[in-house]
């Protein structure tokens, strides 16, 4: 497993999580959720700007946004109706908050699988964080290409 | 102790009206002795966002499966389930959920298995309750544990195995899935692309109802008529006939095989939870392509009939 370069807020997500006992660890997960903000006023009228991560059992949309001190921000809306899914992109969103580019290009693809939730939710959803990661990375690297 | 049917007048035109509960009447009976509500949801999370009064939770996932085999949980494993969710072997136990109670049926069938008696859906699950403005609680799950019998799992009588649908061929099949997946265009449903197979297309001869269609708008089922249309003319099923039903991983086909069973009063429907994703990937057995149900391939009549 690789540790040791984890920026500070998912390696500190992650021991949250590990530190609770399974059936607690649901409802960690059901706070980020509950904090997963709104989308900004000025993507609020813009769906075609997201992109549907389709690896996800309900509908959820990203964008991401590598603005011009290459800081990473990832936008994410789901139906109040998918709770986990909410969570899981509420996790990232929080996880890669003033992360650069770079620093969210190595975050290990399998960090989803690392934070204590295969036992709570099972590792099929888990898979839906992991597609989340996967895009989002996707996107940067389609941003900062040229 | 069983808690009194639902005599409402929607549901007696169905073959098995005992099956059912309405909001009306769960809202009625909430804290009855010998009732047990019970929320069986896709999404993990959905429960504690808010459920109905007193309802306790049953996740398809991390309950109902075991967590090595790919199976479901034994006697022992169901008996410690249910019984810490102050379930008795005689308590009446109504089911309900999320998208039209189809993970709700799932775990109606597999409590089915085990011959819980009494086992009921709350016709239209949560989307009904909610445009119906009922109330939710965010109220941690508690039950008073008993102690509910081992019972072994009988899969003999309601759930088929890949052997058994080999066997069957010849006999009608319902694939309950998405158009798209029935022809083979894509190997995953529509937005499950995490459940993805080798091949696609189906079974032969199976003919091809998704099941969402089972369910009108507000999410509650279909009338007798419909449901007649749909299966009896469609799909050209009839009293007597040996059925089986499948989907990708079993559980949209719980939903089918509990409309066939409890609503159309078709007996003899099994389940083959395998499903796609077993078929899809195993070696030597025959498959269709296209939206057209196909024929049976003659070497699989004939080797398999002796």
């Known amino acids: 497993m690789t540790t040791e370069q984890l920026p500070a807020q998912l390696e500190q997500i992650r021991e949250d999580f590990l530190g609770l006992e399974v059936r607690e660890r649901l409802q960690l997960l059901l706070e980020f959720s509950n904090e997963l903000p709104e989308l900004p006023e000025r993507y609020r009228e813009h769906p075609d ?15 991401v946004e590598v603005d011009e001190s290459s800081i990473v921000h990832l936008f994410a809306t789901a139906p109040k109706e998918a709770p986990t899914t909410r969570g899981f992109a509420s996790i990232l969103s929080q996880g890669l908050a003033g992360l650069t580019a770079e620093q969210v290009l190595g975050v290990p693809d399998d960090y989803p699988q690392t934070i204590g939730l295969t036992e709570a939710v099972s590792l099929l959803r888990i898979r839906g964080m992991t597609a989340l990661l996967a895009r989002t990375k996707r996107q940067i690297r389609e941003k900062t290409a040229s | 102790m069983t808690v009194e049917n639902d005599t409402a007048p929607q549901f007696a035109q169905f073959a098995h009206p005992e099956r059912l509960v309405s909001g009306d009447w769960l809202q009625a009976h909430l804290g009855t002795p010998g009732l047990v509500v019970v929320e069986s949801d896709e999404d993990v999370l959905l429960y504690e966002t808010g459920h109905i009064e007193g309802a306790v939770k049953i996740d398809w996932h991390t309950d109902l499966n075991d967590p090595v085999e790919r199976d479901y949980i034994d006697g022992e494993q169901f008996a410690k389930l249910v019984g810490s969710k102050g379930i008795d072997r005689d308590t009446t136990v109504v089911i309900y959920g999320d998208k039209n109670n189809w993970w709700a049926a799932y775990a109606l069938w597999v409590f089915t298995l085990f011959g819980h008696e009494d086992v009921r859906l709350l016709d239209g699950g949560r989307a009904k309750w909610e445009s119906d403005g009922r109330a939710y609680t965010t109220a941690p799950e508690s039950a008073t544990l008993t102690e509910y019998p081992v019972v072994e799992r009988d899969d003999t009588a309601i759930r088929a195995f890949k052997e058994d649908v080999l066997a069957h061929l010849g006999n009608p099949l319902i694939d309950v899935r998405s158009p798209e997946e029935f022809s ?64 990708r991983i079993g559980e949209r086909s719980s939903h089918t095989w509990f409309v066939l069973t409890y609503l159309l009063g078709l007996e003899g429907v099994r389940n083959y939870d395998g499903s796609w994703t077993e078929w899809g990937a195993a070696v030597r057995v025959p498959i269709v392509k296209g939206s057209e149900p196909g024929a049976v391939p003659s070497k699989w009549t004939q080797t398999l009939r002796n």
């Open chain 1, 49 to 63: 700007l997201f992109e549907r991560v389709e690896e996800c059992q309900s509908p959820v949309f990203i964008f």
């Open chain 2, 184 to 247: 083979g265009e894509r190997t995953t449903a529509p937005a499950y692309p995490e459940e993805s197979t080798l091949r696609a297309g189906h079974i032969p001869s199976a003919q091809n109802v998704p099941w969402g269609k089972a369910a009108a708008d507000d999410g509650t089922f279909r009338s007798l008529t419909e449901l007649d249309a749909l299966y009896r003319v469609g799909a050209g099923l009839n009293d007597g006939d040996d059925i089986i039903a499948y989907c």
